[in-house]
């Protein structure tokens, strides 16, 4: 409970990076939105259930679609892989203890080009283990997605971790032995199910934000609780880091 805590005394914290992650989804979202009005022209889609039909065509008739689907997309991924080690030491040095907003933006700053590595080096360990995953898939499917599943809670924690370990403890965060460290440390059970847990939820806030979207389109309801889960997922995602940041922590003198 801990790190429940932690993310409970910074409410600013997590309230200003689910606002962030709201303007750049609604910055993105624009383009394809002003694109699809124009091809959609006075014609709407009133039942989502037969959503999928009327979109495939749209797509068939005006091209302009799925080319601007695809750079939002592509922007959204480039965005999150920048956004996320460029946030870490903001993030950890809050929940750590009390911070200005000058020390925040320091630890950001100063901390992001680790930060960025060990994700680098998380992608390549979730490549390997996806690997073995496929590999264990010929024995029964039931493996590889345990196996996936696994590989995807370890490598969360390993970065939560290592991440944790360069702006608290001044560990070498260019340096793969800071991050293997990490991954040994994330194999232990009861921190690998606690962090995993948390990741599952924001899994399922995220398939919750689609569900929500498809199912309620054309409603006045769906975007308020489509962002309103994006909240929450920001809160579970901050849990999950303030997991690694109570492990790692040591008081400061």
């Not at 194999?187 to 309620?216: D, E, F, K, M, N």
């Given at each position: 409970?801990?790190?429940?805590?932690?993310?409970?005394?910074?409410?600013?914290?997590?309230?200003?990076?689910?606002?962030?992650?709201?303007?750049?989804?609604?910055?993105?979202?624009?383009?394809?939105?002003?694109?699809?009005?124009?091809?959609?022209?006075?014609?709407?889609?009133g039942d989502e259930a037969?959503?999928?039909?009327?979109?495939?065509?749209?797509?068939?008739?005006?091209?302009?679609?799925?080319?601007?689907?695809?750079?939002?997309?592509?922007?959204?991924?480039?965005?999150?892989?920048?956004?996320?080690?460029?946030?870490?030491?903001?993030?950890?040095?809050?929940?750590?203890?009390?911070?200005?907003?000058?020390?925040?933006?320091?630890?950001?700053?100063?901390?992001?080009?680790?930060?960025?590595?060990?994700g680098i080096y998380g992608?390549?360990?979730?490549?390997?283990?996806?690997?073995?995953?496929?590999?264990?898939?010929?024995?029964?499917?039931?493996?590889?997605?345990?196996?996936?599943?696994?590989?995807?809670?370890?490598?969360?924690?390993?970065?939560?971790?290592?991440?944790?370990?360069?702006?608290?403890?001044?560990?070498?965060?260019?340096?793969?032995?800071?991050?293997?460290?990490?991954?040994?440390?994330?194999?232990?059970?009861?921190?690998?199910?606690?962090?995993?847990?948390?990741?599952?939820?924001?899994?399922?806030?995220?398939?919750?934000?689609?569900?929500?979207?498809?199912?309620?389109?054309?409603?006045?309801?769906?975007?308020?609780?489509?962002?309103?889960?994006?909240?929450?997922?920001?809160?579970?995602?901050?849990?999950?880091?303030?997991?690694?940041?109570?492990?790692?922590?040591?008081?400061?003198?």
């Amino acid at each position: 409970m801990n790190a429940l805590r932690r993310v409970l005394r910074a409410p600013w914290l997590w309230l200003s990076i689910a606002a962030v992650q709201l303007l750049l989804a609604a910055s993105l979202a624009a383009p394809l939105r002003a694109v699809v009005r124009v091809a959609m022209g006075p014609y709407t889609i009133g039942d989502e259930a037969q959503i999928l039909g009327p979109v495939l065509e749209l797509i068939r008739v005006h091209p302009a679609v799925i080319a601007t689907l695809v750079t939002s997309l592509a922007a959204s991924v480039a965005l999150g892989l920048l956004l996320s080690p460029l946030l870490a030491g903001a993030m950890i040095v809050r929940l750590a203890g009390p911070a200005t907003v000058g020390e925040q933006a320091h630890a950001a700053c100063t901390h992001f080009p680790a930060a960025l590595v060990i994700g680098i080096y998380g992608l390549i360990l979730r490549g390997l283990l996806a690997l073995i995953a496929a590999a264990l898939g010929t024995l029964h499917p039931a493996l590889q997605i345990l196996a996936l599943i696994a590989s995807l809670t370890l490598c969360a924690l390993a970065v939560d971790l290592a991440r944790a370990r360069v702006v608290l403890d001044n560990a070498r965060g260019l340096h793969p032995r800071t991050f293997l460290r990490a991954v040994v440390s994330a194999a232990q059970p009861a921190l690998w199910l606690r962090s995993g847990l948390l990741t599952a939820s924001q899994a399922a806030l995220t398939l919750a934000i689609v569900v929500a979207a498809v199912h309620g389109v054309g409603t006045a309801w769906s975007p308020w609780l489509a962002r309103a889960l994006a909240v929450l997922a920001t809160f579970a995602a901050l849990w999950r880091v303030a997991v690694a940041v109570d492990t790692v922590h040591r008081p400061r003198s």
